[in-house]
């Protein structure tokens, strides 16, 4: 038997959907913390250095931070996220609202792992967020993040499912040129023979690499694209940017 989720004014990452991304999507973040550690090391960032994570999700790499001796501060436009990540990360400072409006810390390094910049929507917000870290870094700090790239056409829509001891996810993507949507409907149980039901739109927009360089290098900031994070490969259309404020 199901019923119905009460709906919310948050349109992305409400309760379930954001316990769900919690307990089983947390591969991408574990599998690119290696790598952005390392980086870290390379680039100089301090012992107790503070990194700033955009859109922190439900906390676990703020946490993982933590553990590994830097102070985190994360923000996410998700109230549900948010009360997640508190709990997951409770040494972490942690704000809700969106990217290209929060004011951002005086800090050493800035990440964004899974694709949240492209929730951004908007080339102006990209730039803007874009901007905004920069300020926000100490010279030589490194930015690290991640964004998914638009196709040459539009695909057949793909349809996957992901589930687990509670809930169960099904999610429809149709890809364009210009934009992602995520179709995704979940069910998470809600008593002995309940599962509550629910469902969200996510609309992303895709930025391309050129373009993507060019922001950055306008703003002032040196460095590359990657297509991995050490061992753990991103999709074809995916690039992770290891990006430096320069010294002076």
């Not at 250095?49 to 922190?56: A, E, I, N, Q, Y």
């Not at 948010?82 to 040494?91: C, F, H, M």
């Amino acid at each position: 038997m199901t019923r119905q989720a009460k709906k919310t004014p948050a349109d992305l990452y409400r309760q379930d959907l954001a316990q769900i991304h919690v307990d089983g999507y947390g591969f991408h973040w574990e599998g690119a913390a290696p790598s952005v550690l390392d980086w870290f090391g390379e680039a100089g960032v301090p012992e107790g250095g503070l990194v700033v994570d955009l859109g922190c999700g439900g906390g676990q790499w703020l946490a993982h931070l933590n553990k590994q001796g830097y102070e985190a501060w994360g923000v996410d436009a998700s109230e549900a996220m948010t009360r997640l990540a508190k709990k997951a990360a409770p040494k972490a400072k942690i704000v809700t609202g969106s990217f290209d409006e929060v004011e951002l810390p005086e800090c050493d390094a800035v990440t964004s792992l899974g694709e949240p910049l492209n929730y951004l929507n908007s080339g102006p917000k990209m730039r803007r967020t874009i901007k905004r870290v920069f300020k926000a870094l100490k010279p030589g700090g490194l930015f690290v993040f991640d964004v998914r790239h638009p196709p040459d056409r539009e695909l057949p829509s793909v349809d996957r499912v992901r589930s687990g001891e509670d809930w169960f996810c099904h999610s429809r993507a149709e890809e364009t040129p210009s934009r992602l949507v995520r179709h995704i409907t979940t069910f998470r149980r809600a008593g002995k023979e309940r599962f509550r039901r629910d469902q969200e739109t996510h609309r992303l927009k895709l930025f391309t690499r050129k373009e993507m360089a060019n922001w950055l290098r306008e703003t002032g900031f040196k460095g590359g694209t990657r297509r991995r994070y050490g061992d753990y490969k991103l999709g074809p259309r995916q690039s992770v940017f290891v990006c430096r404020k320069p010294k002076r």
